[in-house]
């Protein structure tokens, strides 16, 4: 079997109907974007690995896609996340003292993906706020992100709040869990109570007290009660006490009723400093959004900047909503007369679709419900209902 067509697994192509439903939404979301007050800028697909991982946690090494420059002999990395881009570009090249809010909308590539169902293709959005370290940018952040799924029509997402800052603070406290911190996050986003447990009787194991405190991290889930229960139950240590002020804070700030709170669902150990969130919607089996503060990254690229952001999958979001319904077309004939192409070009210029046939055509379109055609009747081109 001749199979050269085939494509690559979990990659995809993109029909027009599809295609035009993720491009409509992708203006809109820009759009929207904009009216916030966040400037829009784009970055290449390739980099030298060096500059496109800086600062990045190992799980970007290793879905980022690796290759040799042929003119400079140096290893470059197709980018597998916008967001250090962002970052680089505020902090290295516009170079600004203030807070800065830049967005972004391009394709990123995945070595795997993510789950079954995942593209190793996305369409990544975001947006950044870079330069303020208040909880008034994470607000504005998950504002915005609420925002960005009522405009693609979700109104029904659910928020899960975590703070990053708050279990470094734990795992900070106590040498033998900084040695392994990545085992610890595992095991509290599987909630592993014996898993946890077991950190105590390994040689050089954690202390007793933060064992306890992990274990309470793991059940510490819920409603907004879990930032009382967290008071009770976690070490008075003074990064523990802010991540709760400031988890607080934002809820007051947030008129969303289907939220809930996993102090244990961690983001990147390492990356993330302080609050994380994701949005979820129903009959969805991922989160839609993911978003969060990751403080300072950018001295990767020579100056520390405090940063919050949230990005999604463009395509992902665009296959929750409905089929694009086909769009109104006028049908006009073929030729070369004058005021024919003058009344095509005065319709397309007002906005309309002209579907102009070629001699002898006779083409489907699936996209275009063609109800009109443009007809010359007693020398004028007129639009009138097609038969």
């Known amino acids: 079997m001749n199979g050269h067509w085939l494509l690559p697994e979990h990659l995809a192509d993109v029909l027009p109907a599809e295609a035009r439903r993720v491009e409509e939404l992708r203006r809109s979301l820009l759009d929207l974007f904009r009216t916030y007050g966040f400037e829009t800028v784009s970055a290449p697909m390739v980099e030298y690995l ?18 040799v420059d042929q003119l400079s002999g140096r290893t470059l990395g197709l ?33 795997r993906p993510n789950g079954l169902l995942a593209s190793r293709e996305l369409l990544q959005i975001g947006a950044e706020i870079y330069g303020y370290s208040g909880f008034q940018a994470d607000l504005e952040i998950i504002r915005l992100a609420i925002a960005t799924l009522s405009k693609a029509g979700i109104t029904n997402s659910h928020l899960v709040l975590c703070h990053d800052g708050l279990i470094q603070a734990i795992i900070n406290s106590d040498s033998a869990a900084v040695a392994r911190a990545d085992e610890i996050i595992s095991l509290l986003r599987d909630k592993d109570l ?11 194991g954690l202390l007793g007290q933060t064992v306890e405190a992990l274990h309470w991290l793991a059940r510490l889930n819920g409603g907004v009660e879990v930032l009382e229960s967290a008071r009770e139950h976690l070490p008075p240590l003074p990064e523990v006490t802010q991540a709760l002020q400031t988890l ?3 809820l007051a700030g947030l008129d969303m009723t289907s939220l809930s709170i996993d102090l244990a669902d961690a983001g990147q ?27 300072n990254i950018s001295m990767a690229y020579g100056r520390a900047r ?9 395509r992902r979001l665009a296959a929750l909503l409905e089929p694009a319904a086909p769009v109104r077309a006028v049908l006009a ?4 007369d004058a005021e024919l192409n003058k009344s095509i070009d005065k319709l397309r210029d007002s906005g309309e679709i002209v579907v102009q046939l070629l001699p002898h055509e006779c083409a489907e379109h699936a996209e275009f419900e063609i109800d009109r055609e443009l007809a010359n009747v007693g020398g004028r081109w007129i639009v009138r209902p097609l038969n």
């Open 269 to 295: 150990y390492g990356y993330h400093s302080g609050v994380t969130f994701m949005f979820y919607a129903p009959n969805w089996h991922d989160a839609l959004v993911r978003g969060g503060r990751y403080d």
């Open 248 to 250: 607080e804070a934002l």
């Open 50 to 67: 060096d500059s496109l991982l800086a600062g990045a946690g190992e799980d970007l090494r290793l879905r980022t896609f690796k290759l």
């Open 79 to 111: 980018r597998a996340d916008m967001t250090p881009q962002a970052t680089r570009i505020d902090a290295h090249l516009l170079n600004r003292q203030g807070v800065t809010r830049l967005c972004y909308c391009g394709p990123v590539l995945h070595t």
């Open 333 to 336: 004939p073929a030729g070369y």
């Open 306 to 314: 405090a940063a919050t952001g949230f990005s999604l999958d463009l």
């Open 194 to 204: 014996p898993g946890i447990s077991g950190l105590a009787d390994i040689e050089g």
